[in-house]
């Protein structure tokens, strides 16, 4: 008797290993599916919105648009590094079409905050994410996170994996030497 862990259902195989389940067609019917825990998703919607405060620091109007949006997005970050975390790219590009494309949770602020959060979990990462302040890239940047972008998931992580290095510092150095830089 065999049983999918998606969607519960219990059957009788014919043979030793189904590739699929008679019910839901999932491939991964014997695996358990990766949920994102509570604290993980508590501890992205902070990273959000401090990563948006920093970015409207000097402006007046900080507010949220969309509270559970911002949830919703945390929820979808943590989700595709559960399944890839191996995807340093990816999960940049997920973290910035989240926050500046399909949310809008901010009234104003939006690409700044998706571009911060993006660099400071790339950091806890032991990654430093360095994009160049020249125009193609602003052009690129503004096509990407553009409601109608033609741009596909897979051209952005190649175009952003260009900008992600390994950080050889640990992250408390890598923040001081910021922070007495400036």
Sequence with gaps: MSKCLRCNHEWKTRKESPRFCP???SPYWNKERK???KQEIESMIRLIK???EGAMEIKEDKGIRDEGGIYNASYNIISYESNFPNDISGITIIIINEIAK???F???GNKRAAFITAKAHLLTKGYKLEIPKINPTDIFIRELVSHNSKISFKSAKTWIKKYINKNSKN???YIIDIILNK
């Design 23 to 25: 019910n839901c067609n």
């Design 171 to 173: 992250l408390k150095d």
């Design 106 to 108: 901010f009234i104003d």
């Design 50 to 52: 401090q990563s948006h």
């Design 102 to 104: 399909k949310g809008h």
């Design 35 to 37: 949920k994102p825990s």
